[in-house]
């Protein structure tokens, strides 16, 4: 992961817009709703969780005052469960161009934001176990959600809360 937090620390700078992204009702599809709800729940400000419509918040992140937006998403690389990688727009638009679960591919999403000339656009994926009926993750992309949750809590400069006695939350 040393290459990741490289990567997300020389790529998000400024305000960052994360955008949660998948079927929270599809196991490991739900990999960038979860990520995005644990970031709010840690006190990130600008989380949008898109589930199934990303395409809904485009105008929104086009207009918005944000210099990143970072898609959060289960993307298929055929990699080993729990993989994630990290990719600039253009590699999206190469990897993803049209062919894609949600109405408009990713790639497509990327570029409607990025023609405002001031948003860069990047897709933080993981590799999926798989997509069952079910509200619950695998075990390799639930450890990889916990890892990805501190790591963009670093990077992005989230503050905890501070925790009283017993580790309760004032």
Request: glycine share 8%; hydrophobic share 45%.
């Amino acid at each position: 992961m040393a290459d990741l937090r490289d990567d997300l620390r020389a790529h998000l700078g400024g305000r960052v817009c994360l955008v949660g992204i998948g079927n929270p009702d599809q196991g490991d599809d739900a990999l960038g709703v979860r990520l995005a709800e644990g970031m709010r729940a840690r006190g990130y400000p600008d989380v949008i969780v898109a589930a199934r419509t990303p395409e809904r918040c485009v105008e929104s992140l086009a207009q918005g005052p944000f210099q990143a937006v970072l898609f959060l998403d289960a993307v298929e690389m055929a990699a080993s469960p729990g993989a994630a990688v990290f990719l600039e727009s253009h590699e999206m638009v190469t990897r993803y161009p049209q062919v894609s679960t949600h109405k408009i591919s990713l790639g497509t999403l990327a570029r409607l934001i990025e023609r405002n000339g001031r948003t860069r656009v990047f897709l933080l994926g993981v590799q999926p176990e798989s997509a069952p009926a079910t509200a619950d993750l695998s075990v390799p992309v639930k450890t990889t959600l916990a890892i990805l949750q501190d790591l963009l809590a670093e990077v992005l400069l989230v503050k905890p809360e501070a925790l009283t006695v017993c580790g309760e939350r004032p």
